[in-house]
């Protein structure tokens, strides 16, 4: 069994990882072509327009949680009759969120994009279009959620990279117009952008209508399932809000302090580390429906098992990319940008850093997520959020560089990945002790210096800023960060599966 569900977690994983080749590149390119078609100042407008609307949608970020949750535990469970009461009840609840963030967004952000954002005035109209069409993609997005829960709950990640070959041309076709299109660019922008993402949601909702049998709407709510699903999703609303503040909220308070020129800066670093993240976000999307099944199976131990192991490799891979990142982020950015606005490079630099801290955070929840209970983390993990977004908006206050809302968010994500979830999980999900984490945490801890001390060596000694440097950095930190992890990072047992897997795929060569 455990060797079926590691092919599919492998074979799901592939299929992310060309879906997100797919993306990354082509997102990359036109991020570039559309920076330099929007300009800075426009770019950042975008940005922080749409921040506005992600912030009022912090409820739907809690119940999309409990809907994607639930659905895989009952598909875990093999109650049919129940999976499909399930999901009518979670759509008909991102309906109903869906009618309130549209309440709220054209009435308290309206007077918020009037009143607050540091808007140049030849653009306010601009601005305003912008943030009437980017509530309406979150609608679509909103509605859209039970139903990406669904492909994800039955492990069907193939479509998501057919499709994807769809979405990204069309995303090419929206750079072609914006490059020729007679009309204010970014009016044109949002509105083809809005155009793609409800026709890819027509698509997918078509697919899972005639895929899953679940997927057949009744407007009818199981009230039983509906208090369930508030109850874990109210848990998470807290989260919710503090990941909506130190996101969207930061953005929103960077413009206020430092206008769209620092929004975009900021913006552009996190693009980069999200490519970066999605490999580690396409490995635990494979896993995580085969972590929360074994324990809807009540097997314990080997959805721990997963779940280490999973953490261990989501950790290396994105270091395998980061410590890269991080040593070559000037001429990286210089490379992709034709202008790089200021602040650029040290964000970038410094979100890389953040990122591997929260793989530990993201990591450890999955097991608070497959036993459904949140209460604690939900209440404890958020306090640092709402600490993190004061703190960095006094420290704005008083004058400080916005590179200190980076720093901020390293400290943030370094106490919840290393010192919050690991006392958590081991105190309210059974099987697991504070050693389990602390032993994956030190083991990485070790990996990264050890593998970083060459690479460092040579960015800092080798002479030159062009493409031969570029190329000697990246192979020598591939290099080094490989071999310190098959001789320190990994044990005896995952190298054996290791080679199992290798003789595998040579034989059937």
Same mark, same amino acid.
């Given at each position: ?21 797919? $993306? ?5 390119? $036109? ?45 875990? %469970?093999?109650?049919?009759? %129940? ?54 993609? =979150? ?50 922008? =949002? ?30 709510? /199981? ?77 314990? /131990? ?26 070559? =982020? ?31 955070? $993201? ?44 720093? =901020? ?11 919050? %979830? ?10 697991? %002790?504070?050693? /389990? ?73």
């Amino acid at each position: 069994m455990e060797k079926t569900d590691n092919k599919t977690i492998a074979k799901n994983t592939m299929f992310l990882y060309f879906r997100m080749m797919l $993306t990354m590149v082509i997102s990359l390119y $036109t991020s570039r072509v559309i920076l330099k078609t929007l300009g800075i100042d426009d770019y950042g407008l975008y940005q922080v327009v749409g921040g506005v609307v992600g912030f009022l949608s912090f409820l739907n970020g809690a119940l999309s949680t409990g809907s994607s949750r639930f659905l895989t535990f009952e598909l875990g %469970k093999g109650n049919k009759e %129940k999976l499909n009461r399930t999901f009518s009840t979670t759509l008909n609840i991102h309906i109903c969120m869906a009618f309130i963030i549209l309440i709220l967004a054209e009435t308290i952000g309206l007077w918020f994009v009037y009143n607050k954002l540091v808007i140049p005035p030849d653009r306010l109209n601009a601005a305003v279009f912008v943030y009437h069409i980017s509530i309406l993609t =979150a609608l679509v997005s909103i509605t859209q959620i039970p139903y990406n829960a669904s492909i994800i709950s039955h492990e069907k990640m193939g479509i998501y990279a057919y499709t994807s070959i769809v979405e990204v041309s069309l995303k090419l076709a929206i750079v072609y117009l914006l490059v020729i299109g007679d009309f204010d660019k970014l009016k044109l922008y =949002a509105s083809l952008l809005c155009i793609v993402q409800i026709g890819m949601a027509l698509f997918y909702r078509f697919y899972c209508t005639n895929k899953f049998k679940e997927c057949h709407f009744s407007w009818k709510i /199981d009230h039983h399932i509906f208090k369930e699903i508030a109850g874990f999703s109210g848990w998470s609303m807290f989260a919710s809000i503090s990941i909506a503040l130190n996101n969207q909220g930061t953005t929103i308070i960077t413009n206020m302090f430092f206008g769209p020129a620092i929004v975009t800066a900021r913006a552009l670093s996190l693009q980069v580390n999200m490519a970066a993240m999605q490999f580690v976000n396409n490995f635990r999307t494979a896993a995580n429906p085969q972590i929360v099944k074994r324990y809807a199976s009540n097997d314990i /131990d080997g959805s721990k098992r997963l779940l280490l192991n999973s953490t261990l490799f989501s950790y290396y891979l994105m270091l395998l990319l980061g410590l890269p990142i991080i040593l070559l =982020a000037e001429p990286l950015l210089n490379l992709w940008l034709d202008q790089v606005p200021p602040y650029s490079v040290i964000f970038l630099q410094l979100i890389i850093i953040q990122s591997l801290f929260s793989v530990f955070d $993201t990591s450890f929840y999955t097991a608070l997520y497959a036993k459904g209970r949140l209460r604690e983390n939900a209440i404890i993990s958020p306090l640092m959020g709402f600490i993190q977004f004061p703190v960095v908006y006094l420290l704005f206050k008083a004058g400080c560089s916005p590179v200190s809302l980076s720093w =901020a968010g390293i400290v943030t994500y370094m106490i919840l990945g290393i010192v919050i %979830k690991p006392i958590l999980v081991s105190k309210i999900v059974e099987g697991y %002790k504070l050693s /389990d984490f602390y032993r994956i945490i030190c083991r990485c801890t070790i990996v990264t210096i050890v593998a970083s001390i060459i690479p460092l060596y040579v960015s800092y000694n080798y002479p030159g800023d062009g493409f031969i440097r570029f190329i000697v950095i990246c192979l020598v930190s591939f290099i080094s960060i490989i071999t310190v992890v098959y001789f320190i990072g990994i044990d005896k047992q995952m190298k054996k599966g290791l080679y199992i897997m290798i003789n595998e795929k040579l034989r059937k060569k």
